[in-house]
């Protein structure tokens, strides 16, 4: 992506997704690089631009022609009261004016047009790259930073931090242009008027620079802290939404909206004060304005009555003046702006300029897939996040051949989904290594890898879509038959094409609802159709019922006869088939063998096995 | 770089989409000023009204002294300056004066009325916001299980900032729109015929408008439904990105997104063109206008008919009178837009609320566990009944296992228990109360759930677990997290019970989090205590070390227990057999067993969970138990 990385390169390992700045420093980095971004598009930029000054100076010859007509009409006067009337003459001359007037007028028109849609669509433009360049970045980063960002702060970033970036080159860069023409425009022709009236007409100018500079450091604070609180509120809603049952059972509504109305207060404060701030710069600017328009009449008034200046070099002052008082509210606009651009762009850059931690290595090459051997080599594990000294996992080590089955077995927390994830690199190991058919995994491509491995997650994601998108999700170009085969093999295709709308039924969250089962089902399909050669079921059977699961194994052999296969399950019928079997406790294997072995061996395994044996042999249960 | 394809292009696959695929909400697109949303938007102004008064005040005060500004320029020019009279330069002094003073107050007001406006607006946003959001805590559940998240979340966050763009930049234009009536008014009273001359070019304006209008609405409409499709598609990458990533769908997503990516661009562009060619519209009408006084206007002053300050003055009020205008055409787009906004805001806050207190509802102190079902028929879509006609009695203290295939109506039952709906007919009663006739407060103290979803929130362990009891002690925490055998988990985390957890529970494995679920409606210490499949994803040994804790706590307590495993129901005092939305069979196991019914033949097959049997097998298992 052409989005160009300056800051210094972060990985995405320690980074905890939130944006800090120093707000007792001017930021021009973030600004700077916006603007980059805008010139990258030169022809539309250098057409706005050339529109912003044409619009400018044709804004500054208005005035001049007023002034021209009211000295005209003042001649006319002075004419007609001494008997000297040239009056068509005159009358020329104001038809004239008049005519320059409205071609001025036209043309100031639509050189505005083009600047105000010229920079739109240069924002509109940037938009798209940012929104492209960001879509791509989430997909890059890797899962344990997603494990740490919340979706509604995403969100945020790329919906409404985007927007502010992209108003950027509309409200800030073309806007400074113009700004700068009318009033350094402006200031020309008032100098050349009168110097001294002139000055006096500009003496609000660096006052207002000033108080506009105090002002952006104010508000960019504000605009940092407000965006923060409302992603704090929304967070808060999004989860009161999807939790929403959770909430209802305990009758916790008072509670969640005590929660709701505090950060809520909190971002209204703030929110106000933005407001509060924002108020009292422009309004102020517009009072320095005014004044100066004061003084200005009354040096002016004084200059005419004494004969220096004409009436209509005053009329031509002060409708400079009033040329500049739209410009001056638009400082202020600009400050907000300029805020707006560099917080937003801030917490957007620090997403994009991240790097992610779980990539292909520089010389990664395709995964070479000879048999499909793989092999964990002494793998430990932490969690970022982890703070604890006990790993997640330690000294894990096996192999499985294709044509083999490995289970794993263990209480929650064990270690187990997070030795499914190692396998296709969500997480990367933190000792020993893992390898296909003797590649290290880290050495691959990322896409190579994960093609090759198939993982059946323990929670389904489905996309708000039809079934059959949903199952060919993994394998976009798959035909129906193959579609079909695949659910056949899931044991679902009767459920499916039993639903009225059949594969095109929608699933998802306002879709149809899916047992638990079905579900797990629908993943297994998915899961199988793009025919990876290692496969790994993360307990994703648990609500199928233990008949249905042996169809499905039935279903698969000939799928899994020359594939690796992992199985982790607290069902322990799954497993009974399986080659090798890990018991794993705290990420550690503490019994291993298979399933003869581990009974003979009486351990945890025995135990579990003795408990989940057929029918009533357990009815001490009830005791 | 945007331009370029990413990768050789193959056909596009059939079935790969990305964002949601269904129906879009049908896109209001209201007009710019719609009556209703505006009258609704009157009553949530209604508690700022003093606030309002002292607004409007300022406004009406910073309009005359905006209006008298350029009256005072025409006074200098006139009585001070002015044509041939002997200037004076007392006249000028205390002209200038009044000058001052009118900036002055021109400056209270405008502060006054941009800081109070803009306030208001703030506080009107976050109100109505919080309208929508309490009104979301009680709405019946129907409507929220078909409503999906991120749409809600659009318009708490999307409308309510589409509304104050509208606020922030209308400050401006209420302001220029009183200026605009000010303008008319002084110009008619300076030269009624300069006047009328000059504002003969609006009526132009409006025909403009008549032909711009449909094709711009057309436009805006575009834009806006191809923005909410990207940012839905960007949602579905957000939430979707670990099956994203598991199944390599990166490079044909960012691909399928460009596409809907460059068709907001393009509808943006094409939208903002329709914004932007009113502006040379407006400026040619206003060089008109202006041209008009100065050759009439020049003429009159010829012919005395008029002196040279009114035509000043005139020239002076057509810049700003135009100014309005055309900052209202430009905001066209965003009040349409703010219309919109409004009506699906207040949508939100108008959806019934079909599950509500009575308004002689009681909220008893205790209850003794009783849960009765009264000939109970209740469905979620008219005419498909899900529950038809149960009644069962469950006594206090007594454990029930409701037990059945998928979709037989386990949940459902629970459900009503809790009165997360109304029954069609029939009732269920709660300790001897018809539930409809306890508040909801009451039912959520008296009841406690593990849900089938194990629902955690992004705050602490601790606060997950007393979530139900937020006034509970730590030792309560700890003896619930110790009765679910999670506290040995939650001791080895480096912050213990204050570890926070990451969205939905991120850092904890699912058996975990269904162990803190858990622990929570312990913690509840409610009378009666609904399990609906506690521990589908925990290992039968750390099952049953809850179950034996359970034991303990279930003594003088009601339990529901919905759960798949065999070996978890046989445990049960009663057990009932749903199937198909009815009962068919109540009684012990060992009565069941005996009785050799559908219970039975289940059971007898072997199988470790009543979820999920297939089609077949259970209607051989129903037939068998005909045939005996
Ligand atoms: N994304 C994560 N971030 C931090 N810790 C995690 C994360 N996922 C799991 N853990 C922790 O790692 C341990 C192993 O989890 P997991 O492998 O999911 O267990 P299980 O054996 O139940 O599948 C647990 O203690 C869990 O709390
Ligand atoms: N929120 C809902 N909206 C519409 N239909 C639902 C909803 N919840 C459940 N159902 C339907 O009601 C029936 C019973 O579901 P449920 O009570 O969840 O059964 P069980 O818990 O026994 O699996 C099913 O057909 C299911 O699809
Ligand atoms: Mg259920």
Known sequence: MAIDTRAPARSDHADGGTYRIDVSKVDTAVLRRITAMAFRFPGRMAAGITATVAAALMQLLVPQYLGQAVDQAQGLLAGAVSGRTDRDAAEAALWTTAGLLLLVAVGRGLATMAQNYLGEAVGHLIGFDLRMAYYRQLQRLSLSWHDRVHTGD???????????????????????????????????VLLGIDPVLGLVALAFVPIVGVRASFARLKLRDTWLALQDRMSALTKIMEENLGGIRVVRAFAAQDH????????????????????????????????????????????????VLSGTITLGQLTEVLAFMLILQMPVRQIGWMINSIARASTC?????????????????PDAQPLVLDEGVVRFEDVGFRYPTWAGDSRTLSGISFEIRPGRKIGIVGPPGAGKSTLAQLLNRYYDVGAGRITIDGQDIRQVTLASLRAAVAIVQQEAFLFTASIDHNVAYGAPYAMRPDIERSTQTAQLHSYVSGLPASYQTLVGERGVSLSGGQRQRLAIARAILPAARVLVFDDSTAAIDAATERRIRDALAHFTADRAVIVIAHRLSSLIDADEILFLEDGRVVERGDHNSLMALGGRYRKLHDLQAGG?????VTS | MSATPTRSTPPKPPLAVVGSQIEQDEELFGRAFDRWVVVRFLSYIAPYRRRIAIGVAAVLVFTLSQLAIPLLVRAVFDDALGGLALADGAVLRAIMVAFVAVVLVNYVANHLMETIVGETAQNLLFDLRRAMYGHLQVVSLTFMDKTEVGRLMSRLQG?????QEFLESSIFAVGDLVLLFGIVTVLLWLDPVLGALTLSVVPLLALVRIVWLPRARRAFMDAREASSATN????????????IQELTREPLNADLFE????????????????TNVMIPIVDTLTGAAMAIIIVIGGAMVLNRESDIGVMVAFLFYTQRFFDPIRSLTIQYSTMQRAMAAGQRIFEVIDVEVDVADATDAVDPATIDGAISFDHVTFGYEPGNPVLKDISFAVAPGETVALVGPTGSGKTSTTALAHRFYDVWSGAVRIGGYDVRELTQASLGRHIAMVLQEPFLFSASIRDNIRFAKTAASDAEVEAAARAVGADAFIRRLADGYDTMLEQGGAN???????????????????????????TASVDSYTELEIQRALKRLLTGRTALIIAHRLATIRDADRIIVLQDGAIVETGSHHALMEKGGLYARLYRMNYASFDDIPADELAAALDGGQRT
């Open chain 1, 154 to 188: 995403l969100m945020t970033r790329g919906i409404l931090d985007i927007e502010g970036v992209r108003l950027w080159t509309d409200t800030g860069i073309l806007r400074m242009f113009y700004l700068s023409i009318l009033i350094g425009g402006g200031a020309f």
């Open chain 1, 256 to 303: 969640e909206m005590a929660k709701f109305d505090q950060v809520s207060a909190a971002a209204l404060e703030t929110a106000s004060r933005r407001v509060r701030l924002f108020v009292l710069s422009t309004t102020q600017m517009t009072f320095v304005y005014f004044l100066a328009m004061a003084a200005t009449l009354w040096i002016g008034g004084t200059k």
């Open chain 1, 345 to 361: 762009g801030g917490r957007l850059f620090n997403v994009l300029d991240l790097t992610p931690s779980i990539a292909d290595a």
């Open chain 1, 616 to 620: 009533g042999q357990v009815a001490d």
């Open chain 2, 159 to 163: 409308d309510v900032y589409a509304l």
């Open chain 2, 232 to 243: 839905g598609a960007l949602a579905e990458n957000v939430h979707g990105i670990r099956a």
């Open chain 2, 259 to 274: 596409e809907k990516a460059r068709r907001n661009l393009n509808t943006h562009l094409r939208a903002s063109a329709f």
């Open chain 2, 508 to 534: 904890l494995s699912l058996g975990q989090r269904q162990l803190l679920s858990f622990a929570r409606a312990l913690v509840a210490d409610a009378k009666i205590l609904v399990l609906d499949e506690a």
